[in-house]
């Protein structure tokens, strides 16, 4: 596909900033990339009862969320009449739609309505087991439907072999499929020398004289923390663990279901390590913090 002949790139996530979800961030950054070298950007998103601005310009892309009242059922399905017309719209007005995940409502249309229009459809899972391309296709509602959906998308983005693989099993072939890491910002995360790194230890109120490891991200089951916290008992040496995200969130908060699971693993860090974890809560100098810090901990929880 010549890159250089689409200028119009229409990119469509769960949520966009400034809720601090990871899809959204990931979309997001990609579109600045983008709208910087001169493409015309829209990101599309929902906007869960109406809480956030419908439509606004920042760093030269165009934010448009389409409402979306997930109070019951009966308004979930009324709000469809919002949805797919605005899909519609702006699958329209664009050249290559970048959908990201297999959590978005109704990507399947998207896709299909895409097809129809013939525009380039990329497509990318963003975590497996939840929307890896073998686990979309076997979900019990229309698995056999969305597999031939999805067979009808121009590029399948990899992040990592894992998913790669997924992919040629199910159709065949990694024709469609091109792999890549996300990407890093190098402009905001880069390496410093030990006397930035005192520097802003001290600017965050952090020790100088102890190991520091860090993890980014929600205190959830699903990133691995309770054995986490358990592995980090072994180490026989002076450190802090830093787990920068929310631990505790208010009701209209997307990510409220999980806040049980939050209080009781905050609960399970604390009794396991002490003083040693630190709870930071969500930041926006997440490079600051990583600067700081010897080692960083991805800790996702994958069972094959």
Known sequence: ????????????????????????????????????????????????????????????????????????????????????????????????????????????LIILIGKILKKKIIFQSLL?????????VKRRLGGRI???????????????????????????SNEKVFESVQGVNTGIFYKVDEKQKGRLREKLGLSND?????????????????????????????FYYLVVGDYSVPKEHYMYNFNQEMKELHKLGKEILGEKVIFTGPKTNISEYLNASDIFLFNSSYKP
């Open 1 to 108: 596909m010549d890159y250089k002949k689409y200028r119009k790139i229409l990119f469509v996530s769960s949520f966009t900033p400034p809720l601090n979800a990871g899809s959204g961030r990931n979309a997001y950054n990609f579109a600045s990339f983008l709208a910087e070298r001169g493409y015309h950007i829209t990101l599309l998103s929902l906007n869960r009862k109406g809480k956030f601005t419908r439509k606004e310009i920042v760093n030269k892309i165009k934010i448009i969320r389409l409402l979306y009242f997930n109070y019951n059922l009966f308004s979930k399905v009324l709000s469809v009449f919002i949805i797919l017309p605005g899909y519609v719209k702006f699958v329209a007005q664009s050249e290559v739609v970048f959908i990201y995940g297999g959590n978005i409502i109704g990507f399947e």
């Open 128 to 136: 497996m087991q939840e929307d890896d391309i073998g686990t979309l």
């Open 146 to 172: 969305r597999k031939n959906i999805l067979n009808q998308i121009s590029i399948y983005f990899s992040l990592n072999p894992e998913f790669s693989k997924i992919w040629t099993n199910i159709f065949g």
């Open 210 to 238: 102890r190991l520091i490891i860090i993890t980014i991200g929600y205190l959830i089951e699903r990133k691995g923390f309770s054995g986490i916290f358990k592995l980090l008992t072994d180490l026989n040496f002076p």
